[in-house]
C-alpha cells in the first residue's frame, strides 16, 4: 500500500485516501474539508476523540468505527468493534492474507 495518499495532521490523526474510501483515523486538528468514508476512533481520550471534527468531516453514509465505549455516544452509522474482532470487509478486500489483502476496491 505504501504511504501515497496518506497525510498525517497530528498525534495519530491522519487521512489515507487513493483509489477507494477516504479513512481518517482520530480525526483531531484537520486542516481541510475531505469528506471521510470511514472515520476510525481508536479510544475515547479528547486527542483521538473529537466530535466536532467528526461532524465536519462525516456525510450521511460515512461510517464510523469505533470501541464500544465511544461508539456508544455516538449516532449514525457506527460500527462497535471489539479487540480482535475484523470489521474492513465492507471497504478492504481482506480475504487471504496474500499480496493483495488490504487492498481497496475501487470506489463505486
Known sequence: MGLDGVTWFRQAAFRWQGDG???????????????????????????HLQPHEIER???SSTT????????????????SIVSGRSCCERWFNCAGGGRDAGRLPPKM
Open 57 to 59: 468531516l462525516r456525510t
Open 21 to 47: 474510501p477516504v479513512v481518517y483515523v482520530d480525526p483531531w486538528g484537520i486542516t481541510d474539508d475531505v469528506p471521510a468514508d470511514v472515520i476510525l476512533i481508536t479510544h475515547a481520550h479528547h486527542d
Open 64 to 79: 464510523i468505527v469505533a470501541p464500544r465505549d465511544v461508539a456508544d455516544g455516538l449516532t449514525g452509522d457506527v460500527m
